[in-house]
């Protein structure tokens, strides 16, 4: 199998549908968002063999954590998994370090039940990062759509125009 020339990095959603990586990213401070940004345009040319320490390296099991920092020191992680077929590194967790310790403490075990929810359930369980007209990253990343709301009425027009006299 070859390996992508690219990465698009994607979020975890759960099976309700929401996206549980966004809220986290959009917390971030503008540093630590300049930060993840410098991050991910490194690693998005490389293929996994050449993702090492300081921004990325595996952890087990066929996943890896993205590092970065922001203004206060605090050291950001963000856990997952490549789908080479695909070209994409889906984000499945955010999480902490301090000390030499991950937060939350059952990362590993977490990553590898999205991990497996997402190659069994692609559509389901992987979204794009970001909302669309969202800035948070660079502009190769994919953007969503809003789905169109089902129980949405029609707009009533304002009367302005096309009204009968």
Known sequence: ???PTTWTFLCYRNGSGR???YPQLRALSKQ???NLRRTLEH???KPPSAWDRPQASPIGNHIYVIRFKDENRSQHRLFGHHESLYGEFVITLYGLEKDGNYAPPNYLTTCLRRQCECLAYPGT???ACLEHGDALFPSWQPHFKPEPRLDARPR???GLHGRKR
Request: one cysteine or more; aromatic letters at 0%.
């Open 32 to 34: 630590g968002t300049m």
């Open 156 to 158: 009533k027009s304002s």
């Open 125 to 127: 369980h992987k979204c």
């Open 19 to 21: 996206n549980q990586i």
């Open 43 to 45: 690693l998005r040319v």
């Open 1 to 3: 199998m070859t390996t």
